[in-house]
């Protein structure tokens, strides 16, 4: 059996009519309208977003247990950015 609908709230809401009762395991094939299938992430891309995580893991160490102001950081951030341009 195949149904149509749409996703609300990470919920799919079936088309008018479709009833299925609760507790049904059922199987969600994607269709993207118009919309080209994602590009492959290269080996290169994935060991720069595994780094950016490594360093992103990292900092987030360094807070451990402090207090942090938001606006502090994005000031530093931006004086960094200065720096390196």
């Not at 590009?39 to 490594?54: K, N």
């Not at 900092?59 to 247990?65: E, P, R, V």
């Not at 502090?72 to 950015?81: F, H, K, N, P």
């Amino acid at each position: 059996m195949q149904c149509k609908g749409i996703v609300q709230g990470n919920v799919v809401i079936l088309e008018e009519g479709i009833y299925l009762p609760d507790g049904l395991r059922v199987t969600v094939t994607v269709e993207q309208e118009g919309q080209q299938e994602p590009a492959e992430v290269t080996d290169e891309e994935l060991a720069q977003r595994r780094t950016l995580g490594e360093r992103m893991k990292a900092f987030g160490q360094c807070l451990t247990g402090r207090h942090v102001n938001l606006a502090d950081l994005v000031i530093e951030g931006r004086e960094e950015l200065e720096d390196r341009a």
